[in-house]
């Protein structure tokens, strides 16, 4: 899904919104909610709704989320964000055992011919997000991965904050923008009328 880090600085005014809202609406309709950021058909809504039918008692965790997300310094969660976004940044151009997983384990059957291959990153965006749609997502992807490994782009037009539900035709594009040794030769194919973006390694990604 669209999604950020918690890295202690003041987040979008998007966000600060939803979080006004959440605390002010203890009962809030959550397929409604949802609906604003995710096109939702009625019969999805309602399943979103349904694990909420007991009404504002089943809504603690929801009305709680938003003031666990680290937006300042002082939040639980920031230190552990700031390493994960040192862990990304710092990921070599190419695929080494450490980055894999250990030889021995049932995991790493078949992944040793990836010894010494690039690292490939593919990110999906939901456009139709809006709180933490293209701007956010295009600078967390570059934070992560714009210095290091670079990263494939693609543009989920209708998707929205749980843009996974738009993404039945995305396996098939991983596998073409990764079959290839030029990354950059990713893009809009015969075979495809989706576009896909290769956002190459820069050493100001980061700032």
């Known amino acids: 899904m669209n999604t950020a880090l918690g890295l202690g600085v003041p987040p979008t005014a998007a966000w600060l919104a939803f979080r006004d809202y959440m605390q002010r609406t203890p009962n ?25 039918a007991a009404g504002e008692v089943s809504k603690a965790g929801v009305r709680r ?17 700031r390493a ?18 250990d030889a021995s384990s049932p995991q790493a059957q078949g992944l040793g ?13 939901g456009m139709a997000d809006p709180v933490l749609g293209e701007p956010v997502m295009r ?29 039945e ?11 290839g040794p030029d990354p950059a030769a990713s893009g809009r194919t015969q075979e495809s009328p989706h576009v896909v973006e290769w956002v190459a390694p820069s050493s100001s990604a980061k700032l």
């Open 113 to 125: 011919a990836r010894v010494g291959q690039p690292l490939r990153v593919f990110v999906c965006c």
């Open 84 to 101: 994960a976004l040192a862990y990304f940044q710092a990921l070599p151009p190419v695929a080494h055992r450490s980055n894999l997983c």
């Open 65 to 81: 989320f938003p003031r666990l997300v680290p937006i300042t310094a002082a939040h639980r969660g920031t230190a552990e964000s």
């Open 139 to 167: 600078k967390l992807a570059d934070k992560l991965w714009g210095a290091s490994t670079g990263y494939h782009w693609h543009a989920v037009e209708e998707g929205g904050h749980f843009v996974q539900e738009w993404c």
């Open 169 to 179: 035709h995305v396996p098939a594009l991983v596998e073409q923008a990764w079959a």
């Open 28 to 52: 809030c309709n959550i397929g409604a909610l949802l609906k604003r950021g995710t096109p939702l058909s009625a019969h999805e809504q309602a399943m979103y709704d349904a694990p909420f």
